[in-house]
């Protein structure tokens, strides 16, 4: 996705505030911040059209659904058949995300299982799909960093403002 605008001050202090709490109201943003609501409400209004935040349920943790097997699914597949590989993955309750890749495997899968007798079943159905050549199934025996962004925003906030992208302003009261 190409982003039409990067990060400035304001949205610096704004997302610092909504890794805290994401669940803060306008209000309470613009008093732990000391920014306008104003000013918060349009930023809001522009991380949604944008799509620079997220969707809820990316915090939602499979496991409590029942899935608490993961795996990487590594395929490799015919490039004319890629559009449709990637549309019938994106069927597939059990697949997370879907990522292309340069080099030797086209795309990186991440799947969830109930157990190992459903991730070869997962894993079985991907590989059935019309254009997937190759499979490699890599279970997730544990997960040493979580992801996340506020390391990100830390360093975007320590480089010095010359050195950052361009930034377009804007009036965020008028959103």
């Known amino acids: ?9 304001t949205d ?15 209000l309470a943003l613009a008093e ?3 920014l306008a609501r104003n000013t918060i409400r349009a930023r809001r209004m522009r ?4 799509g620079t935040l997220h969707p809820f349920d990316r915090r939602i943790d499979p496991a409590f659904l029942g899935y608490p097997s993961q795996a990487f699914i590594m395929a490799r597949v015919t490039q004319r058949r890629l559009a449709f590989v990637s ?3 994106a069927q597939i309750p059990e697949v997370l995300e879907v990522h292309g890749l340069s080099g030797k495997v086209d795309l990186l899968v991440h799947v969830v299982a109930r157990d190992a007798d459903d991730m070869y079943r997962v894993a079985g159905r991907i590989l059935a799909i019309d254009g997937v050549k190759r499979t490699t199934t890599h279970f997730v025996m544990g997960e040493f960093v979580e992801y996340r962004v506020a390391p990100l925003l830390a360093a975007v906030e320590r ?17």
């Open 1 to 9: 996705m190409a982003y039409v605008r990067t990060v400035d001050e």
């Open 12 to 26: 610096l202090t704004l997302l610092r505030a909504l890794a805290r709490t994401p669940e803060a109201t306008n």
């Open 32 to 34: 732990s911040t000391g």
């Open 47 to 50: 991380y949604d059209a944008e």
């Open 87 to 89: 549309t019938t993955l």
């Open 159 to 175: 480089t010095p403002r010359r050195a950052r992208p361009a930034e377009s302003g804007g009036n965020d009261t008028q959103a």
